[in-house]
C-alpha cells in the first residue's frame, strides 16, 4: 500500500527557512520521480520541484536557486529545503509520485511577519 507523509511545515518570517519531508512507504522513492507541489489558497495547485531516479532535480522558476529538493534512500523520504521564503511560498504543500494518484495529504507553510 503506497503511502506519502508530508511533515516540517509552519509559520515562518519572511527571509526564513523550513525543511519537509516526505516519508513514503510501499514503494522505494529512488524508483520513482518524486515530486513537491503547492497550493495556495484560492489557486490551483503548482509545480515546485521533481527529483528524478538519477538524483537529477527540476525546478519551477519561481522557486530555483531557493530551494533544495532531495531524497535519503535509506530512510525513503524526500525533503524540501526552503530557503529565503517570501509571503508568496506561503500554501499547502504536497509530495507525490510523479504522474500517478498518489498523494500525500499536505503540510501548510505560512511566510509572514
Known amino acids: 500500500q503506497v503511502r506519502l507523509v508530508e511533515s516540517g511545515g509552519g509559520l515562518v518570517q519572511p527571509g526564513g527557512s523550513l525543511r519537509l519531508s516526505c516519508g513514503a512507504s510501499?514503494?522505494?522513492?529512488?524508483?520513482?520521480?518524486m515530486s513537491w507541489y503547492r497550493q495556495a489558497l484560492g489557486k490551483e495547485r503548482d509545480f515546485v520541484a521533481h527529483?528524478?531516479?538519477?538524483?537529477?532535480?527540476y525546478y519551477s522558476t519561481s522557486v530555483e536557486g531557493r530551494f533544495t529538493i532531495s531524497r535519503d534512500n535509506a530512510k525513503n523520504t524526500v525533503y524540501l529545503e526552503m530557503t529565503e521564503l517570501k509571503p508568496e511560498d506561503t500554501a499547502v504543500y504536497y509530495c507525490?509520485?510523479?504522474?500517478?494518484?498518489?498523494w500525500g495529504q499536505g503540510t501548510q507553510v505560512t511566510v509572514s511577519s
Open positions: 527529483i528524478y531516479q538519477s538524483g537529477n532535480t
Open positions: 507525490t509520485v510523479a504522474n500517478t494518484a498518489y
Open positions: 510501499g514503494f522505494i522513492v529512488s524508483d520513482k520521480i
